[in-house]
């Protein structure tokens, strides 16, 4: 299946959507598949480019499925943009945020002051999915951004999964509104390599002790490769067997599904 040393992996970095779940689905028998991974005496930590939910959240859903996990297991775009705006503006900026409300608290949490489409001195304009996108927001954010507002950018994906197909995504959101203001958002999530950093430093390992498990080439495993970490493909999500055989450098492991790898480590 690979030249991967099964005993040389200490942990894990798994994506959510495409992985675990589509949508409120989930994708085998979650209960089952974490007990395996718990079986093999792996670390393993959940990092997804989703900043729809909150951490807390995300939590929620996982005891919905009968999963129950340590708060510090999870982490999401969201964070990860709320670090790199504390770290960019330690003296505190202001934010327009076209997103969902679970973003906005999240920034909240990590000292954003939030703005409304009233308010014009703003430091920063962050785009995400926003399933109540409208023709105002997209005008507002891009007009703050032609005054000089810097653009932001939770993740590139154009699309995630769902049980009816794929359905748009932040990338979609945030391509309209770099089409408006004649500016290219700033990316935080998947493949840039602050949520594999985050991940890598709650887990205390190396990259080459870890294995990060995706649905989509062009972030999860891109991400992977970039921050040197071993990398699996699992075919539930958006990107296809005949996209991954194409893909330079190609993921490691290409597999069925996330059970299918557990079961085969196992064995």
């Known amino acids: 299946m690979s030249q991967i040393r099964f005993d040389q992996i200490k942990g894990l970095i798994i994506d959510m959507d495409g992985v675990l779940w589509r949508d409120n689905k989930p994708i085998g028998n979650l209960v089952s598949l974490f007990e395996g991974i718990k079986d093999l005496g792996l670390q393993f ?4 480019n989703n900043a729809t939910r909150t951490v807390d959240e995300y939590h929620a859903k996982l005891n ?17 943009t709320g670090i790199f705006l504390q770290e960019k503006y330690p003296n505190g900026v202001r934010a327009y945020v076209v997103g ?39 005008k507002h954010a891009s007009l703050l951004i032609q005054s000089g507002a810097e653009f932001i950018g ?3 994906d154009a699309t995630f ?38 991940a890598l430093k709650r887990l205390s390992l190396l990259p080459s002790e870890v294995l990060a498990i995706g649905d989509r080439l062009e972030t999860d495993i891109a991400g ?10 699992v075919l539930t999500g958006v990107s296809t067997r005949s996209q991954a055989e194409d893909y330079k450098p190609m993921p490691e492991i290409i597999i ?12």
């Not at 930590?45 to 997804?48: G, K, P, Q, R």
């Not at 069925?256 to 557990?262: A, G, K, P, T, V």
């Open 45 to 48: 930590i959940l990092a997804t």
């Open 64 to 80: 919905g499925f009968g999963v129950e996990l340590e708060e510090w297991q999870v982490i999401n775009v969201a964070q990860a």
């Open 100 to 138: 969902q409300p679970s973003l906005k608290k999240t920034l909240e949490s990590y000292g954003v002051a939030l703005a409304d489409e009233t308010q014009l001195d703003i430091d920063v304009v962050v785009a995400s999915l926003d399933y109540d996108l409208n023709y105002s927001k997209l």
């Open 154 to 156: 939770t993740n590139q």
């Open 161 to 198: 999964p769902t049980p009816e197909g794929l359905i748009p995504g932040s990338g979609t959101v945030i391509g309209a509104i770099e089409i408006a203001s004649g500016t290219k958002a700033e990316m935080i999530g998947k493949p840039q390599p602050l949520l594999y950093q985050m």
């Open 224 to 233: 992977a490769q970039a921050a040197g970490i071993h990398t699996a493909l």
């Open 256 to 267: 069925s599904n996330f059970s299918e790898l557990i079961d085969t480590w196992t064995k």
